[in-house]
């Protein structure tokens, strides 16, 4: 073989090295960039189940909304900012796919082709769509789908957790057929479902107050620029919604002796199950409750929720009238601040000491001011409160 050929074919080779070098990062590299260009669609998406989420919530505040009533686009479009891609694009996410809004009591989703589409990127299993996923029994049960939550169960969505936040979200509404489905294969009926609660505004005599039983640590309430702290720090106040709590505050009797049939206990969270029905005037679901024993057992708690029997009975028990939370806040200041003013009174006249002071220097005198209880006021006054 000459020189020339040898030369020949050593450039040749190096050439298909080379190039086989090229080829092989290419096939490297473009994958990868195209990978992160849909996740950056995705995430994109993601924001937008977020600001949608958020508009869903402003709108079922500002218009008194709840339950299982359904909100449309054009509900939810005068609380995203003008002229930006969602308030434009009539509903649809940047993959041109609807969002599922859901009840107001319920999740927003990801469209399911939308989470089809970006499953190269962000798999269904990676938990990149958080609470937006589509694929959970939660979101099964809120679209009221009992194939679907047949099928999800089947394929052992959730396994690890059971269905325990699936359970909580039929038992608060009242959904019988998937209580039994979801016990039936795992479900845990004393455990903490850990739903989010959408935080309302609710008026005492002319006060908006940012508060209804918050989560711990935050700031819940304002008025004339005044704010105050939450009630949360504590063992006390750090509760979940167990399936039981929430099927009685919304007075759902057949779930209620559904659960009870399914050994659920009436005094997790300290019996939180009955005073809610109490506070929410639910008498048939109150007595099915203390037939199964229910017993609650935090003082605090039952002047929280103007629970006037359970408060009767600790206080007949040796209860300290004057315990206080973690905030100074004692039984009447919190019956003064959730708004159960024949509580807060009586509580003044079985001797409540008037002059304590909580976490923000304030007393029950100046609450009562602030949110201008007068009735209150005068008692406080004539027991020896002093402004």
């Not at 909304?65 to 479009?77: E, I, R, V, Y």
């Not at 505050?249 to 939180?272: C, F, I, M, W």
Request: hydrophobic share 40%; glycine share 10%; with cysteine.
């Amino acid at each position: 073989m000459t020189g020339s050929k040898k030369s020949t074919l050593s450039t040749l080779g190096g050439i298909a090295l080379v190039g086989g070098i090229v080829g092989f990062y290419a096939a490297v590299a473009i994958p990868s960039f195209t990978r992160a260009r849909l996740r950056a669609s995705c995430s994109t998406v993601l924001g937008q189940c977020r600001q949608t989420d958020a508009a869903k919530d402003q709108y079922a505040l500002e218009n008194n909304k709840a339950g299982t009533m359904t909100p449309d686009w054009a509900d939810l479009t005068p609380y995203l900012k003008a002229g930006s891609f969602l308030a434009m694009n009539g509903g649809n996410d940047s993959f041109g796919n609807p969002f599922i809004i859901g009840p107001v009591n319920g999740s927003l989703y990801v469209n399911p082709k939308t989470m089809e589409a970006c499953k190269y990127a962000a798999p269904p299993e990676s938990g990149f769509w958080g609470p937006y996923n589509p694929h959970t029994l939660v979101a099964a049960v809120s679209a009221n789908d009992g194939g679907l939550l047949k099928q999800f169960i089947a394929e052992g969505v959730d396994s690890k957790t059971k269905g325990s936040e699936a359970l909580v979200l039929a038992s608060k509404n009242g959904q019988t057929t998937f209580i039994e489905l979801l016990v039936a294969n795992g479900a845990d009926v004393n455990a903490n479902g850990n739903l989010s609660r959408r935080w309302q505004s609710k008026s005492i005599e002319g006060a908006t107050v940012l508060h209804d039983r918050a989560p711990p640590g935050d700031s819940v309430w304002s008025m004339n620029g005044v704010a105050g702290h939450s009630y949360g720090g504590d063992e006390r106040n750090r509760w979940f919604e167990t399936p039981l709590i929430v099927a009685s505050e919304s007075g759902q009797l057949q779930t209620v002796r559904l659960l009870l049939k399914h050994g659920a206990d009436p005094n997790r969270e300290h019996g939180r199950a009955l005073m809610l029905a109490r506070e929410n005037g639910y008498t048939d679901v109150a007595d099915l409750l203390v037939k199964a024993g229910a017993k609650p057992d935090d003082l605090l708690i039952a002047a929280e929720f103007g629970d006037t029997e359970t408060v009767n009975n600790l206080l007949a028990a040796g209860a300290d009238i004057n315990m206080k939370d973690e905030t100074g806040r004692t039984p009447l200041i919190r019956a003064i601040l959730d708004d159960h003013n024949d509580l807060a009174l009586a509580l003044i006249a079985k001797g409540a000491d008037v002059s304590v002071k909580d976490m923000d220097g304030r007393t029950a005198l100046k609450y009562s001011t602030i949110f201008y209880k007068t009735p209150i006021a005068e008692a406080l006054k004539k027991a020896g409160a002093k402004d």
